[in-house]
């Protein structure tokens, strides 16, 4: 069975503005890793949208810094499944549009064997934690105060425990805590 893990850069404050994080080398080789390790990555359309509209070109034109082409290569090789209901189609080359609900999507993915599936977008893993199908969350927090940016968990209606399983930290601050459900 395939895990189901969030996976985000947040900020100290629960933004998830992807600008304002520290996004250097050794985060890149750590999510290159992370992407390199999984078979897909879901993505609501504004994630979608902002990455493809920037990782595709790198692959084409490298920057030359060898960690975030690498991170490029690995984004574009990976399976991209893509919820949105205004777009129709997808030109980033491994893209896909969902045909089925975001539920019944990730509840097929889950009897599915293989490696992780990687929730990459904030509104889905806020969906599918209201949905209890999410197995891990990596959630990586940068040492930043944003003033501006989308809030992870939002109109959560239950409680829910989480239990930290180990934690690992980068040179610049940021620190990835990997959390699991709780079994009930």
Same mark, same amino acid.
């Given at each position: 069975?395939?895990?189901?893990?969030?996976?985000?850069?947040?900020?100290?404050?629960?933004?998830?503005?992807?600008?304002?994080?520290?996004? @250097?080398?050794?985060?890149?080789?750590? +999510?290159?890793?992370?992407?390199?390790?999984?078979?897909?990555?879901?993505?609501?359309?504004?994630?979608? /949208?902002?990455?493809?509209? +920037?990782?595709?070109?790198?692959?084409?034109?490298?920057? *030359?810094?060898?960690?975030? @082409?690498?991170?490029?290569?690995?984004?574009?090789?990976? /399976?991209?499944?893509?919820?949105?209901?205004?777009?129709?189609?997808?030109?980033?080359?491994?893209?896909?549009?969902?045909?089925?609900?975001?539920?019944?999507?990730?509840?097929?993915?889950?009897? /599915?064997?293989?490696?992780?599936?990687?929730?990459?977008?904030?509104?889905?893993?806020?969906?599918?934690?209201?949905?209890?199908?999410?197995?891990? +969350?990596?959630?990586?927090?940068?040492?930043?105060?944003?003033?501006?940016?989308?809030?992870?968990?939002?109109?959560? /209606?239950?409680?829910?425990?989480?239990?930290?399983?180990?934690?690992?930290?980068?040179?610049? *601050?940021?620190?990835?805590? +990997?959390?699991?459900?709780?079994? @009930?």
């Amino acid at each position: 069975m395939a895990k189901i893990v969030a996976t985000l850069n947040i900020m100290l404050n629960g933004s998830c503005d992807h600008t304002s994080g520290l996004a @250097d080398e050794e985060v890149h080789d750590h +999510y290159t890793e992370v992407i390199r390790g999984s078979d897909i990555i879901l993505y609501g359309r504004t994630t979608y /949208q902002l990455m493809e509209g +920037y990782w595709p070109g790198l692959v084409k034109n490298p920057s *030359g810094e060898k960690s975030m @082409d690498e991170f490029a290569i690995a984004l574009h090789n990976i /399976q991209k499944v893509v919820f949105s209901r205004t777009l129709k189609t997808l030109h980033w080359e491994t893209s896909v549009l969902a045909k089925r609900s975001l539920e019944d999507e990730v509840r097929s993915l889950k009897k /599915q064997p293989g490696k992780d599936v990687l929730i990459g977008s904030p509104s889905l893993i806020n969906e599918l934690t209201k949905l209890g199908l999410i197995d891990e +969350y990596h959630l990586c927090i940068h040492p930043v105060i944003a003033p501006d940016g989308l809030l992870l968990f939002k109109n959560i /209606q239950e409680r829910l425990i989480l239990k930290l399983m180990k934690t690992k930290t980068f040179q610049a *601050g940021q620190v990835i805590h +990997y959390y699991e459900r709780k079994k @009930d």
